[in-house]
């Protein structure tokens, strides 16, 4: 099937892309608008060509199912070329996106117009790539050095508007794209057409230009942000054929390397993971109303979640007092988004005006989902359910926010078992993108893909677990800790081993990361279990909370703390307390530390798939890149380890 159909107004072509969904830059795609152009070129009742695209969007990158295969002629900086060469001058009529190898077709044409809500980017370097069809050589000379600095390394889009100020597109089309495109090209055939993007002038910058943008992204994990700048500037120094073999040279480079790749995997997965294949064909049901139990900090926090996505929330606590602080939690949230710039006070008070809150459980009634967030203790979850149940439509999804607990312990009792599962948000929970969705036995395929869908509509990043302790994430993190203290009784440092996972790409170490969380949680846990029975033995951090140290909250747990300061500072009473439970003398490297806390994530992530508890190593990866801040740029911790 033809990807490129033609046809003639008057003097113009009419060239438009169908390859849905996206209008994928695929080889035959390439070889299509190559001989698209030889063909319009040699007729000469053509005088000029319109580009535009089928479907939702313009040519919003390459081909995905042809990343890591051999090139096939004609390459894209061929094409790019031909077209900018074509005697006929052409048009990118642009709608949806343009990204990446999208938008330097579009740079290589004459004009460029596009609909007010379009959006144009060059999101290479997040796949550890820069662009390799012109995007570092020909964006300098159309919108200056400054702004295609920001475009390149940044990876992310400008809206119309923004592009429309900068000279990346000519105009701004109102009403029907191509019609509109239509009146621009015969317009501009009318007067002195301008110099091709790659005859343009550049206008040079001094050493400290480059030296404040090569400083800008001097940073973990980008690695393609660096060479992007390195082949913006040599770009601007030299002649633009020199300029486009050097841009190849560092994408060729680039793309066979390790951060690629790793990007490359995280990418796919979380292409996946939104659709999983056993879902394929099931029905969502419709959420049109959220209640949600408790006003907490996770409550409070998934309310904002759902009422950033425009669904309305019946937010239900205890008592007026409780009702109260719910309501303070919630606007605390949305005020600090308005102080950062994101919200508006009229935004602000729209959100608010979405929340009903209340102590009356019988508000539940019109829900179509109520999601319980109280405190992590198996008799309280079971109160909270048992007066849901009295109260919701029979057909309402009933979902726990628990992190650790058995699902089907919580829902034991409660009529209609199909509808209940787990809904694991991670805190803060209107910002965190991870979802951990636990589906029980009993779960129905249709309430499983509505919990997918609801994950789909909060910009969330889900993943489907298994029930056992602490599900993907937390069951992993529990042996990273354990690991992590196993290396101080081994006689390393606490500050030692955090400083190692901060030159990994983490942000914070493992202990600074207990302290700022509350050593306390974990604590709690593992007393409930010895409650029941179970033989838990003590950590170090056991013992620290039972001196007296929860972390930052009491002014020291692995660290100390000055008060009002959240800088870690190496502490003497922990050491003291750790001191005869060190039997070592240290001596691994940076490396070598952050090399074993990684395998030990890994090997309890590989017995995680062989129980089934997750579907594949990428959803294992996903978790702690979305939850745990696992460096993004290594792929996770089964990736980087070999396991796929």
Not at 293 to 316: H, Q, S
């Amino acid at each position: 099937m033809d990807l490129i159909d033609c046809r003639m107004d008057g003097d113009i072509a009419v060239l438009t892309v169908n390859n849905p969904p996206v209008n994928a830059i695929s080889a035959q795609m390439r070889r299509e608008l190559w001989q698209s152009a030889e063909d319009l070129d040699a007729d000469p009742d053509v005088r000029a060509v319109v580009l535009t695209c089928a479907g939702r969007t313009f040519i919003a990158g390459a081909d995905v199912r042809e990343f890591g295969q051999p090139p096939v002629e004609p390459h894209l900086p061929d094409l790019v070329d031909r077209i900018e060469q074509a005697g006929k001058p052409w048009i990118a009529a642009i709608h949806g996106t343009a990204l990446g190898g999208g938008l330097e077709i579009a740079m290589g044409c004459r004009f460029r117009v596009a609909v007010p809500d379009a959006r144009m980017g060059l999101p290479e370097v997040n796949l550890g790539i820069i662009p390799g069809a012109s995007g570092t050589v020909r964006t300098p000379r159309l919108v200056g050095v400054p702004a295609a600095v920001d475009l390149v390394t940044s990876g992310k889009p400008w809206k119309a508007p923004q592009a429309l100020k900068a000279g990346l597109i000519d105009e701004i089309v109102e009403g029907d794209l191509t019609e509109g495109a239509l009146r621009f090209a015969r317009a501009a055939l009318s007067r002195d057409l301008p110099q091709p993007v790659s005859e343009r002038p550049i206008e040079p910058q001094d050493d400290a230009f480059w030296s404040k943008a090569a400083e800008k992204v001097s940073k973990p994990g980008m690695q393609a942000q660096a060479r992007a700048v390195e082949s913006l500037r040599f770009a601007t120094e030299n002649p633009f054929p020199a300029a486009m073999a050097h841009e190849r040279e560092i994408f060729t480079e680039l793309r066979d390397s390790d951060q690629a790749a790793a990007l490359r995997h995280v990418f796919f997965a979380e292409r996946a993971a939104p659709r999983p294949p056993e879902l394929k064909g099931i029905q969502p049901r419709d959420i049109g109303r959220v209640g949600i139990i408790g006003g907490g900090t996770m409550g409070a926090g998934i309310a904002v979640a759902c009422r950033n996505a425009g669904l309305p929330v019946v937010m239900i606590e205890r008592d007026q007092a409780a009702v109260a602080r719910g309501l303070d939690n919630i606007r605390s949230i949305l005020d600090g988004s308005v102080r950062r710039g994101k919200l508006t006070e009229a935004q602000l008070d729209d959100r608010m005006d979405g929340v009903e809150a209340t102590q009356d459980y019988a508000a539940l009634s019109d829900c179509d989902l109520v999601i319980e967030a109280v405190f992590e203790e198996i008799g309280v979850k079971r109160t909270v359910f048992d007066q849901v149940g009295r109260v919701c439509r029979d057909d309402a999804v009933l979902a726990t926010n628990t992190s650790y607990l058995d699902p089907r312990r919580i829902f034991e009792g409660v009529a209609g078992p199909e509808r209940c599962l787990g809904l694991h948000f991670f805190s803060p929970a209107h910002i965190m993108k991870l979802l951990e969705i636990v589906p029980t036995p009993d779960t129905a395929p249709e309430v499983l893909a509505t919990a997918f869908s609801l994950a789909a509509k909060l910009g969330k990043m889900p993943v489907r677990a298994g029930i056992c302790e602490g599900f993907i994430g937390n069951r992993i993190f529990k042996r990273y800790r354990a690991e992590a203290e196993r290396l101080l009784v081994e006689g390393h440092s606490v500050e030692e081993v955090d400083a190692a996972m901060r030159d990994y790409g983490f942000r914070m170490g493992p202990f600074e990361a207990q302290d700022l969380s509350g050593l306390d949680i974990a604590f709690l846990q593992r007393e409930g279990l010895r409650a029941e029975g179970q033989d838990v033995p003590d950590t170090l951090s056991d013992r620290l909370v039972r001196a007296g140290r929860k972390g930052q909250k009491t002014g020291g747990g692995w660290y100390d703390y000055a008060e009002g300061d959240r800088k870690p500072r190496p502490s003497e009473e922990t050491r003291a307390v750790l001191a005869p439970h060190v039997g070592g003398t240290g001596g691994l490297s940076s490396q070598q530390i952050a090399d074993r806390l990684v395998a030990a994530m890994a090997d309890e992530g590989q017995q995680i798939l062989s129980e089934g508890i997750a579907s594949r190593a990428s959803d294992i990866d996903l978790v702690e890149i979305h939850g745990y801040g696992f460096p993004r740029w290594t792929g996770g911790p089964m990736f980087a380890s070999g396991v796929r």
